[in-house]
């Protein structure tokens, strides 16, 4: 990867702050914090950094906490902590990819599903942590991770999202060789029961589901999008990558936004007033940087549970690589995998923080109470920050 050094012009006009160990716990050492915060002059930050090279200032170790904006500080708090706590055997098995989500005392996810381990001849994998463990490992090290065996019928997991108490509802990307499609299911993982909830539009072949959230209405607010074809286990699309609603009590589906050049993420703010949707489009296997690597905001309408998406804008671009997983916290603010960890913003679009692993997260999970599992393909992270974060309330998880 390309990193550009800082000029020491530049370097003076930005902060440094706390950067080693400061508790005998060396375990549990303080990642640094670099406050950029102030004012400072953006035409001196050299214009040449590459797509997904991570942002950085007066040096390139990672992982550390980079704050552009005041009100990061308090999500931050005193003793940030960025540990290392899985990974994968080798290389080849990108097992922390996607789809993370939170059930009780595990953390759910899938691996990757188009490279790593899995792809056109092979199935991704549906796998879990204990929290338990996290919270007893005060440091780096490697948990373990338990597989999942759901029913053939679940191909390339790319989303999911908890459900009432004994289930998750989960998007999958379908595989051609496998003879599967892509679609919806409820997957209760304690009896081992899989659900085929919608696998098709009106009997027409989705492209690949891709992320999903479910809405106090009842209703699976799901994207699809082209990724299944352009890493070669989907056949040719036959509808527009869209994101739809689909109403688990009438069965009813309907398409709620298109034109984007490749749909990805999808998060809904505390209220679920405004509907948040990650674009892709600059990575189709290539890099075309020109294209969206950005997140656009909806006002949600919703009229007795009819929903409408109106007033999109653009929300945010990501400063490095493309924005993917998203979600908002319980005051609105809306974090999301970018091409070197995840970067956060304000309810208004105002950048506020990265938290800089030096590496691309596809998606990572806001648990509560300070801590966020982070997913980087070949290595899981625990994130902990102040412990007034917590995730915006998730229906239908209780
Ligand atoms: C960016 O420009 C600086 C100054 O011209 C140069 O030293 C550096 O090598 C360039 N970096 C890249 C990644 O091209
Ligand atoms: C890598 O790890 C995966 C998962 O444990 C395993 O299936 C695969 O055979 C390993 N590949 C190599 C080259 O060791
Ligand atoms: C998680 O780990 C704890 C501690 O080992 C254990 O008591 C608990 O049963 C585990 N949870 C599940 C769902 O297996
Ligand atoms: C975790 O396992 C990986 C792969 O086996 C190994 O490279 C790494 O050193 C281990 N980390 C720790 C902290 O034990
Ligand atoms: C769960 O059920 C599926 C069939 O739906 C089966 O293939 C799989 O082996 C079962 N897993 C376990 C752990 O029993
Ligand atoms: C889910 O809730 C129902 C009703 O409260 C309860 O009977 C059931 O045991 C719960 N299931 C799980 C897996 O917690
Ligand atoms: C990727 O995007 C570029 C730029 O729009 C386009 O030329 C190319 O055909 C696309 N590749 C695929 C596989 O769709």
């Known amino acids: 990867m390309l990193h550009y050094k800082i000029t ?3 370097a003076a006009l930005f902060l440094a702050v706390a950067a080693s160990a400061q508790s005998e716990s060396a375990q549990s050492a303080q990642v640094p914090v670099v406050d950029l915060s102030a004012p400072y002059s953006t035409n001196e930050i050299p214009g040449n950094r590459s797509f997904d ?8 170790t990672f992982p550390r906490i980079q704050i552009f904006d005041e009100k990061f500080k308090q999500i931050v708090g005193d003793e940030p902590t960025i540990h290392s706590i899985a990974k994968s055997a080798n290389d080849s098995f ?6 993370p989500l939170v059930r009780g ?5 899938s691996s990757n599903a188009g490279s790593g381990g899995s792809g056109p001849d092979r199935n991704n994998r549906l796998l879990h942590v204990n929290l338990t463990e996290i919270e007893e490992l005060h440091g780096d090290g490697n948990i373990t991770v338990t597989y999942n065996e759901p029913s053939d019928r679940i191909q390339m997991i790319n989303g999911m999202a908890p459900y009432l108490n004994d289930s998750m509802i989960i998007a999958t ?3 051609e060789n496998a003879g599967v499609e892509p679609g919806l299911f409820r997957y209760q993982p304690e009896t081992n029961t899989t659900t085929p909830l919608l696998t098709s539009f009106y009997g027409r072949r989705f492209d690949s589901l891709n992320d999903l959230k479910i809405h106090s209405s009842n209703q699976v607010i799901f994207v699809d999008s082209l990724y299944g074809f352009l890493q070669d286990f989907a056949p040719f699309p036959e509808l527009p990558e869209m994101v739809y609603a689909f109403d688990m009590d009438t069965g009813k589906v309907r398409p709620l936004a298109t034109d984007f050049v490749h749909p990805n993420g999808i998060a809904l703010s505390p209220d679920e007033s405004v509907a948040y949707v990650t674009d892709t489009g600059a990575q189709n296997g290539t890099v075309n940087t020109h294209l969206p690597a950005s997140i656009y905001a909806y006002d949600i309408k919703n009229e007795d549970g009819f929903l409408t998406f109106n007033n999109r804008r653009i929300f945010a671009h990501a400063l490095t690589g493309v924005p993917d997983g998203i979600h908002c916290d319980d005051e609105g603010n809306v974090w999301s995998g970018v091409g ?3 970067a956060v913003w304000d309810k208004r679009g105002e950048l506020l923080g990265l938290i800089n692993i030096g590496t691309t997260s596809a998606n990572f999970v806001l648990v509560g109470d300070g801590l966020i599992i982070v997913l980087a393909e070949t290595e899981m992270f625990a994130v902990r920050l102040d412990s007034s974060l917590n995730p915006a309330k998730l229906h239908y998880a209780e």
């Open 8 to 10: 020491q012009a530049t």
């Open 53 to 60: 090279a991570p942002f950085f200032v007066e040096d390139d």
């Open 94 to 99: 990108n097992a922390f990819h996607e789809a």
């Open 105 to 109: 005392d595990l953390v759910y996810f």
């Open 173 to 175: 990307e379908g595989r």
């Open 340 to 342: 070197d960890g995840v």
